[in-house]
């Protein structure tokens, strides 16, 4: 059985992914993952008619990078960043660009995400002067998925199945 806690988040949630379309009330969904970053070390045997492509599983490891997405489902909207790192301050200028780029004149910005420790107010005032970071905190309305049910973040469902298409 779950928590009262996780039932409260999840009926958040879920209620939230509920309303109708609202273009001044945006349900965005975000997310990130690291990425391995792998560059072949050998090219692929040419494909025969009749044959399947040979690769070979040999590769070389050249760092790790961080995906930010953002998506908006009832839009059919995406946002993909791509950063060296997954700090609070990308987190925070990735937020900022969803308020000021993509979303410029919605009210508020519903934004669906888990509790990641960089997904909280303080990364804004790290990142920018108070007055700045007040600013874009008052843009968004955060909904937290609850602890161990960030499979009910679109973004979380849509970033790892496209990974896995891609890998």
């Known amino acids: ?93 990735f937020i900022k660009e969803i308020a000021d780029t993509h979303y410029p004149k919605a009210e508020k910005i519903r934004l669906v995400m888990d509790n990641y420790g960089t997904h909280k107010a303080a990364a804004l005032y790290e990142a920018f002067k108070p007055e700045e970071a007040k600013r874009i905190w008052d843009r968004f309305e955060f909904i937290y998925t609850p602890k161990h049910g960030s499979w009910l973040n679109m973004a979380e469902i849509e970033l790892h199945v496209t990974i896995e298409l891609h890998d």
Not at 22 to 46: F, G, H, W
Not at 47 to 59: A, L, Q, T
Request: with cysteine.
């Open 1 to 93: 059985m779950q928590s009262s806690d996780f039932v409260a988040h999840m009926e958040q949630v879920l209620d939230v992914y509920k309303d109708a379309y609202n273009e001044a009330y945006p349900v965005i969904c975000m997310d990130e993952s690291p990425k391995q970053l792998i560059k072949e070390t050998r090219i692929a045997l040419e494909i025969k008619p009749g044959s399947e492509r040979k690769e070979d599983y040999e590769y070389e490891r050249c760092g790790v990078a961080n995906i930010f997405i953002a998506n908006e489902p009832l839009a059919g909207k995406r946002i993909v960043k791509i950063t060296a790192q997954k700090k609070k301050v990308d987190w925070a200028e």
